[in-house]
């Protein structure tokens, strides 16, 4: 699809207009679409989900032939590339647009990018591998120039696998969950964590803020479309869980009287001594049965290598940035984890106790792995 060469100059025309909407909930629940800005965004949603994009709109420098910056004139030229739309702008329509598009913005279609998510978390859970593109922008993602850097409804959806990366796969089968988390900000933050520690989905849980607010998508810088982020009810998120083979565990600093914080510490050290238990048990035999790399590790079939490195899936279950967890969500987990705090500060706030908790368990699976 080649570049439509008529400039849009129109701050005030229609198509100028129903994009600015799409900044609003209503605006997007009316019309079934949703706005993504700045280059960071645009570029991933290109690559990852080309799919769901209806139109993307570039700056024009108006002080030269071209395009605002060699970082837009690049994402131009990938989305060119996938067959999309490109509508060139004028500085004046592109900041009516939105104040935050660094040069470029596009529109999705919301099923499009709803369906997709459901259906790579499904994909996930049944342990269907990822088509040959995908793995491979699982390997490069990254490497390209970077710009330096309506709502949710009460559909439920049950969501794909962001593979750990290092110098080999590393299957991660946690999932993190965030029970009623409204602030925007907040929201891309985990989900851009979520993704960075290797997540295989996010799971927004009971009356949450819109995945698809401009906000988040910002604040995610990018990952929201690295891995699936869908939502379900509280009842429902729960009898999924009783459907897979896995652990949920809380983030809570005071548990219950049933239910009694562990350390972060100690539960990485419950879990490395459950792998090395089934490991003698059963591992020892499914280990023989398969190849191993330079470095000693299993490959092969994902479940065999699961098996033979006693690895199980883990849910990760975080609170309200102001309440946490309230008592009778807690009762219905297997276990309740709390980060150690070393200095004088009281606690940590969402965002940074997701990293943490993320992280420390990423950490410790793949150096398990290692060995």
């Known amino acids: 699809m080649p570049f439509n060469q008529h400039i849009i100059d129109n701050p005030k025309s229609e198509r100028v207009k129903r994009v600015v909407e799409l900044g609003k909930t209503k ?11 700045g280059p960071q965004s645009v570029r ?79 994909q996930g859970q049944s342990g269907h591998a990822r088509d040959a593109k995908v793995i491979h922008n699982v390997a490069t993602r990254g490497t390209d120039v970077r710009s330096n850097a ?28 965030f029970w009623q988390i409204r602030d925007p900000g907040n929201a891309g933050t985990v989900i851009r964590s979520a993704d960075a520690a290797g997540c295989r989905a996010v799971i927004f849980v009971d009356d949450c803020v819109d995945r698809f607010n401009p906000k988040v998508i910002r604040s995610t810088a990018g990952s929201l479309f690295h891995l699936p982020v869908v939502t379900m009810s509280t009842d429902k998120f729960f009898a999924w869980t009783q459907t897979q083979d896995c652990e949920v565990m809380a983030a809570d600093v005071y548990g ?22 089934i490991a003698a048990n059963q591992g020892n035999r499914n280990a023989a049965l398969l190849p191993v790399d330079d470095n000693g590790r299993n490959v092969g079939n994902e479940e065999n290598v699961k098996a033979a490195n006693g690895q199980h899936s883990h849910v990760i279950l975080f609170g309200n940035e102001a309440r946490g967890l309230p008592a009778d969500v807690l009762e219905r987990v297997q276990s309740i984890v709390s980060i150690p705090l070393y200095g004088k500060a009281e606690s940590l706030n969402l965002a940074t106790s997701t990293s943490v908790m993320l992280f420390t368990l990423a950490m410790a699976r793949d150096a398990a792995q290692r060995r």
């Open 27 to 37: 605006g997007r629940k009316k019309v079934g679409k949703f706005i993504i800005e």
């Open 150 to 177: 309506g709502g949710d409804d009460d559909r439920s959806e049950t969501s794909q696998t962001s593979e750990g990366k290092s110098d080999s796969v590393s299957f991660n089968d946690t999932v993190a969950a």
């Open 256 to 277: 219950t009287e049933s239910i009694k914080p562990e350390s972060l510490i100690d539960v990485v050290t419950r879990l490395e001594h459950s792998k090395n238990e």
């Open 44 to 122: 991933e949603i290109v690559r990852w989900m080309p799919e769901v994009v209806e139109d993307c709109y570039v700056q024009m420098d108006e002080r030269r032939s071209g395009l605002l910056s060699p970082v837009v004139e690049d994402i131009a030229h990938e989305a060119d590339g996938q067959g999309l739309y490109i509508h060139q702008v004028t500085g004046d329509v592109m900041h009516r647009m939105s104040s935050d598009a660094q040069g470029i913005v596009a529109v999705g279609n919301l099923d499009a990018v709803q369906n997709r998510m459901i259906g790579d978390f499904e």
